[in-house]
Nanobody, 116 residues
Framework: QVQLVESGGGLVQPGGSLRLSCAASTSVFNIYAMGWYRQGPGKQRELVATITRDGTTNYADSVKGRFTISRDNAKNTVDLQMNSLKPEDTAVYYC??????????WGQGTQVIVSS
C-alpha cells in the first residue's frame, strides 16, 4: 500500500483559490496514475482530475479550465491548483494512487468549503 497524505484544504470565498497537495510514501514516478477525487455532501465520490506517469492529464468537465493537476517526481507529490472556486466545489477531496494490478490507495481526505 502507498500511504497518501493530503493537505491544503480550508474555507474560501467563491471566486477564490486553493492549492491541495498530496504527499506519497513512495516514488510517484513509478505509479501509473495519480488523481484527485471528491465527495460532496450527499453525493457519491467523483473524479476531479488524474495525471498518468507520462504526464497525460484528465479532468472532469465541471472543473476544466479552473483546476490544474501536477506531479513532482522529485518531491513525490501531486498537487491540485483550484481557481475560480464555486460553492458546488465544496467537498472532501481525496488523493488516489492507481498502481493497476497492485491496486488503489487513498488518502484520508481534506475538506474544502467554498462559501461567502
Amino acid at each position: 500500500q502507498v500511504q497518501l497524505v493530503e493537505s491544503g484544504g480550508g474555507l474560501v470565498q467563491p471566486g477564490g483559490s486553493l492549492r491541495l497537495s498530496c504527499a506519497a510514501s513512495t516514488s510517484v514516478f513509478n505509479i501509473y496514475a495519480m488523481g484527485w477525487y471528491r465527495q460532496g455532501p450527499g453525493k457519491q465520490r467523483e473524479l476531479v482530475a488524474t495525471i498518468t506517469r507520462d504526464g497525460t492529464t484528465n479532468y472532469a468537465d465541471s472543473v476544466k479550465g479552473r483546476f490544474t493537476i501536477s506531479r513532482d517526481n522529485a518531491k513525490n507529490t501531486v498537487d491540485l491548483q483550484m481557481n475560480s472556486l464555486k460553492p458546488e466545489d465544496t467537498a472532501v477531496y481525496y488523493c488516489n494512487a492507481n498502481r493497476l494490478a497492485l491496486g488503489n490507495s487513498w488518502g484520508q481526505g481534506t475538506q474544502v468549503i467554498v462559501s461567502s
